[in-house]
């Protein structure tokens, strides 16, 4: 050991024959001393050691400090099978029965010989601990189990009992009897099941329809939608849906106007009788091909509608006249002014072409 040299912890350990856990006790128990030298030992601390090493080693615990889980297994293993648990661990050291003598990734460890010790002589204690941990994991749910207990989504659980005051208990737990008296209270089980929103083919199959008939309903303004999401259907795509609530689809059934039974016994490809009180909204792709056809007509130029189903968009492509016709700006109003096609205006790509860029094409 050259003079003058200085060691950190893990070097120092290995200059006197210890594992890292064994040099941290032995300097808890003060049997190694302090680093003199700014943070590490100096050689002469590390020979003054050394020349001890026996008497540190017999005073060394069997075994290395260990985490709450290991340490409540210990404990469990002297008091005859005791079902402790690492919370249990963490109770002991927050009355002080129980020093952490290390960490490891910030969880505290301890030591083998104080757990034994503690196991002796607080054994009521961890008993009492144990059966209140027990009990009440017997008078209450998780988060999950009352969702399943109460038919409940969990986001329709947290604003429930976030609107009532409810809090969860231990570990993140709920009291049995909150959950029970949610599940008695029929009220407000209805209003959450009316509150529950179905897209188009599913508000459908809930009214027991087929689908063309549900859109007639949309059509003639018999239900209204309750919010609209962004759906994807495939990489880089979206369409709007509309979401409707079970309450308002099934107050239609009350509408006596609509022959629900006739509705329900109609096959595929059958007309629908609504058809005699409303139509269904012409579709996008036809009123844009309309407005190309007419573009073209008007001003004697081709007027190319292309659907782009990667980003849902129609794009028209077209080189105006020797006018200049149409510009940007004509079909941009002319979009304006078709009531049925405006609302599309977002989803619509205008791209006019010079003579020479058609050249380069």
Known sequence: MGAGKDFGPIQASRE????????????????????DRAGRWSAELIADAADRIAQIRDGLPDGPPIGATRAAERIAHRLDGLTVAGVEVDALAQRGLLVEVDDYKGHPLYDQDDLDQVATEHA???AQLVAERLAWQQASLTRDQACERLGWKRAEFARVTRERGLEAGRFDRWARADVEALATDEELGEALRRARLLGPDQAAQHLQLRRRDFDYLIAAGFLTAAKHIESEISRRRYVTVALYTIGACEDLLGFDAIDWERLRGLRPGEPSPLREITVLPIERATLVRGLAADLSETHGVEV??????????????????????????????EIAARPLLRPHANRITLHPETTDQQDHT
């Open 16 to 35: 006197l024959g210890l594992a890292r856990w064994q040099f941290e006790a032995a300097r808890a128990q003060g049997t190694i001393g302090a680093p």
């Open 124 to 126: 009521g204690l961890i």
């Open 304 to 333: 190319d509608p292309r659907y782009d189903y990667r980003a849902d968009t129609w794009r028209l492509r077209w080189t105006p006249n020797a006018t200049g016709n149409p510009s940007r700006d004509t079909v941009a109003a």
